[in-house]
């Protein structure tokens, strides 16, 4: 009695471990690449760390096409990339990389990537504030919540 439900159990936990398997597969893209071949950089895990010129709302998701160097690894793979970003690590993960596929009417224009700000060794720069534009209180039931905008240098 016992063992034909710890059958049935079992028999219904494979079931479900593969239909999560089958939903999960659905979301996993191919991420092979080869050396030579040319891949945008995503640009969001940088956020914070490198502030391009647009607003951030605005800023380019993926940055480049770059040529891969070398595989490192299964998953990870070394970019060619350009003089004004040396400071940046060149081994980046497979799923922050997609692939160029090139096009003979697509002509690529280098453009510099623009960084703002003092940019100290670790690639972080301090925002310093201009001066205060406005105050505010906003009266709650039991408190007053005071608010400064402030300008800041960036």
């Given at each position: 009695m016992t063992v034909d439900k710890v059958k049935i159990v079992?028999?219904?936990?494979?079931?479900?471990?593969?239909?999560q398997k089958s939903w999960a597969d659905l979301k996993i893209r191919s991420?092979?690449?080869?050396?030579?071949?040319?891949a945008y950089v995503k640009v969001s895990p940088m956020r914070g760390v490198v502030r391009f010129s647009k607003a951030e709302k605005l800023n380019p998701r993926y940055v480049g096409p770059f040529e891969i160097l070398e595989k490192v690894g299964t998953l990870a793979c070394r970019l060619a990339l350009p003089p004004n970003m040396s400071r940046i690590h060149n081994v980046f993960y497979v799923s922050q990389l997609r692939r160029y596929i090139p096009d003979p009417s697509h002509i690529l224009e280098v453009e510099p990537l623009l960084i703002e700000g003092n940019l100290r060794e670790e690639l972080k720069y301090?925002?310093?504030?201009?001066?205060?534009?406005?105050?505010?209180?906003?009266?709650?039931?039991?408190r007053i919540v005071p608010y400064v905008k402030v300008q800041w240098s960036n």
């Open positions: 079992r028999e219904k936990l494979k079931a479900a471990q593969y239909r991420a092979e690449f080869d050396v030579g071949e040319k301090e925002e310093v504030s201009i001066g205060i534009v406005d105050t505010k209180e906003q009266v709650l039931r039991r």
